[in-house]
DNA sequence: TCGACTCGCACTTTTGAATCGG
DNA sequence: ACCGATTCAAAAGTGCGAGTCG
């Protein structure tokens, strides 16, 4: 299946950490996209402040010389499955123990130097400040959205590693797990329910685990956009779930556990 | 009263340890 | 002793529906 083109769709950002500039563990917002309430990462007080997810560190920078010379792209694999959702309007359930994201996000790499280690990342933000309610048949907005919750990121459990391992695979997020448990301390990402989310995934040059820095971009594709629930409300996305995810055959028509 | 949320259920897939044979 | 393939049970991931909460 021939995935999206790297200009269809995606939008990416580069940004560089400044080694000598401001505080390296809040990056400016990137250029070409709405600046998001906070940065990218939580500042080291907010790290403090609350229990450190077993993946989600604040690393020192690391300056580095290597600019990616390639231009780097991201291909979303799956991009017709979540185009078949985005077109119903995409609805996430989140629940207290954390619920995987279906479809999933599956990319693919190029443009990365073999020999340079990457850290990738996935973190969701806001996409408007309103709270929604699926009336009638649609979503509509109905009042102000609720105060931003602290930034998580997810990190690829085989972050980090070179370019060459990332190359030419296919590489999931399917492990990220959302919830609404505002006190969570399994390192799940944070989101309120009934409101509208953009995911987006970072690369990021890194020696080690704890010493990131260098080039960075940012990719975000528009049909990821989603809307988070605690229950689905819109039948036709039940539907597209239960037909496209495995672990709903038992709800199919030919399942043993089918409502007639 | 109503909408949002939680929890347990029955089902499926995934994962990893144990076992077996070459 | 080692390695790859197979088996199997436990864990994890689904949506549903009833019950709870504010």
Redesign the pocket.
Known sequence: MPAASGEQGVREQVSRMDPAGADPCCPSPTEGEAPPPQGLFPTSCNMAARAPPPRALAPPPVPTETAGKEQVKMELENASLWKQFSAVGTEM??????????P?LSVKLSGLNPALRYILLLDIVPLDSSR???QGDAWQT?GEAEARLPDRVFIHPDSPATGAHWLGRSVAF??A?LT??TLDSQGHIIL???HRYQPRLHIMEARDMLRWGGAQHSFSFPETQFL??????N?R???L??RS???????RED?????K
């Open positions: 359930i989140i629940t207290k123990k954390g619920r995987r994201m279906f999933g929604y309610r699926f109905v399917h492990r797990k609404n448990h309120h329910s009934l988070t629930v605690t229950a689905y409300q039948p996305i039940t539907e779930k239960i995810n495995p672990f709903a055959k038992g709800f399942g043993r556990n089918c409502k």
